[in-house]
């Protein structure tokens, strides 16, 4: 499946049948990229909170998290982004519930993977974990994933492409909306509280 990857950026809707192919061979083919890739922005968010640094609002001071703080960081990174993808899984095949074409878990997850592609590269910003640079770079990844989920929809799940095939997409987008505000909130009040708000260098925690 991997080989098809790189086509999605120029063929998407003959890379989306073969991926589809692919994944009915060998249904749990996805596993490589859903577990390696969301490794991605993991390693990434340590490296630029234990090393690089970050700054607060309104202080111009960089600050690091000691090692141990930013591993279970991102730890909770992890666990959060397989988290994601297995929930738009089962909410991709929630939205499909009464069409013909309503996917397997794992076909659901093969799409919900190579569609969350570029958001697993995106993660590469947090190496550089500077505000403007974050924004763009997830604003650019989300909304390649949206136009990878609304081209790929149709050749993937073997759909037509009309009016109900882009109401289906557009609800799969909703869902994932709210997905990643809720995912994220869990597991950032995960990494937050056991640590009082996270251990800094030379930052003493809240009383």
Excluded: K
Aim: net charge neutral; aromatic share 12%; glycine share 8%.
């Amino acid at each position: 499946m991997l080989s098809h990857l790189p086509a999605l950026f120029t063929a998407p809707a003959d890379a989306w049948e073969r991926i589809r192919e692919d994944a009915e061979r060998h249904p749990w083919g996805f596993l490589p990229l859903m577990l390696l890739g969301s490794l991605i922005p993991a390693i990434a968010s340590y490296i630029g909170a234990a090393h690089v640094g970050w700054q607060f609002y309104g202080n111009d001071e960089v600050q690091f998290l000691r090692p141990a703080s930013a591993m279970l960081l991102a730890t909770m990174c992890y666990l959060g982004f397989i988290s994601a993808l297995i929930i738009m899984s089962l909410m991709t095949r929630w939205v499909l519930f009464r069409t013909p074409q309503r996917p397997s878990m794992p076909i659901s997850l093969t799409f919900v993977t190579v569609t969350a592609l570029p958001l697993m590269l995106a993660g590469l910003t947090a190496l550089v974990p500077y505000r403007p640079v974050l924004l763009i770079g997830g604003g650019l990844a989300a909304g390649l994933s949206c136009i990878l989920l609304f081209f790929g929809l149709p050749s993937y799940m073997c759909m037509p492409r009309n009016d109900h095939t882009r109401f289906f997409a557009a609800c799969i987008v909703g869902t994932g909306l709210l997905t990643l505000a809720v995912v994220g909130f869990v597991f950032l009040e995960m990494w937050w509280q056991p640590l009082e708000g996270g251990l800094y260098e030379n930052v003493a925690a809240p009383e």
